[in-house]
T-cell receptor
Framework: AQKVTQAQTEISVVEKEDVTLDCVYE???????LFWYKQPPSGELVFLIR??????QNEISGRYSWNFQKSTSSFNFTITASQVVDSAVYFC?????????????FGKGMKLTVNP | EAQVTQNPRYLITVTGKKLTVTCSQN?????MSWYRQDPGLGLRQIYY???????DKGDVPEGYKVSRKEKRNFPLILESPSPNQTSLYFC???????????????FGPGTRLTVL
């Protein structure tokens, strides 16, 4: 069963529009971490944010904000006033620590294109 | 400069010819991991290592081997590559937080492998 679901595969917006990237996860762990990574066209993977399961406080960093809701198992990412430089593939990921193993499970990614 | 390096960055090979992709990190991280990225499938974990001489399978380990003889190095070995292993491979490392969970992953630049 897929454990991290990014239902949107591709979104295209016009510059200055707000855009929300959805992430829904599934885990039996009581303690876990959620991450967002960005992969620009150049290909590298860039860490954006980490959130642990005990901290449901929303976070804002400039034009980026994250909404974590345990009740709906969601960790959504919003870009306000999008810019062309935001064009990238965005991945949501979940860390698991079950039975002595430690894994990081990624969603399939969502390609965001911001047009000028 | 703190970094994860991978070599080679690009490789074209033929079916059955053994190859090794090297990965090295200079951040004294305990945790290292290999991922493959395929269109529409996101990043999938191949193998990971929680420390020297400790390795475990990820979600797609078939056809791959790893070793962790030193803390800084985590090579990925394809004993008999096949065309379905054509992919973009990423190595990553991270600190481990007490209790088994871990911090954000630092990714290498990626290795694009083509198996003919």
């Amino acid at each position: 069963a897929q454990k991290v679901t990014q239902a949107q595969t591709e979104i295209s917006v016009v510059e200055k529009e707000d855009v929300t990237l959805d992430c829904v996860y599934e885990t039996r762990d009581t303690t876990y971490y959620l991450f967002w990574y960005k992969q620009p066209p150049s290909g590298e993977l860039v860490f954006l944010i980490r959130r642990n399961s005990f901290d449901e406080q929303n976070e804002i960093s400039g034009r980026y904000s994250w909404n974590f809701q345990k009740s709906t198992s969601s960790f959504n990412f919003t870009i306000t006033a999008s810019q062309v430089v935001d064009s990238a593939v965005y991945f949501c990921a979940l860390s698991e620590s079950q039975g002595g193993s430690e894994k990081l499970v990624f969603g399939k990614g969502m390609k965001l294109t911001v047009n000028p | 400069e703190a970094q994860v390096t991978q070599n080679p960055r690009y490789l074209i090979t033929v079916t059955g010819k053994k190859l090794t992709v090297t990965c090295s990190q200079n951040m004294n991280h305990e945790y290292m991991s290999w991922y493959r990225q395929d269109p529409g499938l996101g990043l999938r974990q191949i193998y990971y290592s929680m420390n020297v001489e400790v390795t475990d399978k990820g979600d797609v380990p078939e056809g791959y081997k790893v070793s962790r003889k030193e803390k800084r190095n985590f090579p990925l070995i394809l004993e008999s590559p096949s065309p379905n292993q054509t992919s973009l491979y990423f190595c990553a490392s991270s600190l481990r937080i007490a209790g088994g969970l871990y911090n954000e992953q630092f990714f290498g630049p990626g290795t694009r492998l083509t198996v003919l």
